[in-house]
């Protein structure tokens, strides 16, 4: 395959872990649950999480189109 492609492939990957994760921890995500570390962290990524799929799908899409345009000289 080309290299653009893995690059894309990549980056999509990236940009969609950490725009997930980041909307996890977010003032208007953020859920009120005494737990413990690693139970708040599974129920934050399961709260609300069709928004988050939606919004870090976009934002890696929009990262895997950046290598796609740039043009090799």
């Given amino acids: 395959m ?11 990957c990236l940009g969609f872990i ?10 208007q995500f953020r859920i009120k649950l005494a737990a413990e570390p690693m139970e708040y962290f599974i129920e934050s990524i399961r709260h609300n999480a ?3 799929v939606i919004v870090s799908f ?16």
Avoid: R
């Fill in 2 to 12: 080309n290299k653009k492609i893995w690059l894309s492939i990549i980056l999509f």
């Fill in 50 to 52: 069709f928004v988050k």
């Fill in 18 to 27: 950490a725009a997930y994760l980041l909307m996890c921890f977010l003032p």
């Fill in 58 to 73: 976009v934002v890696g899409a929009v990262l895997a189109i950046i290598p796609q345009t740039i043009k090799k000289k």
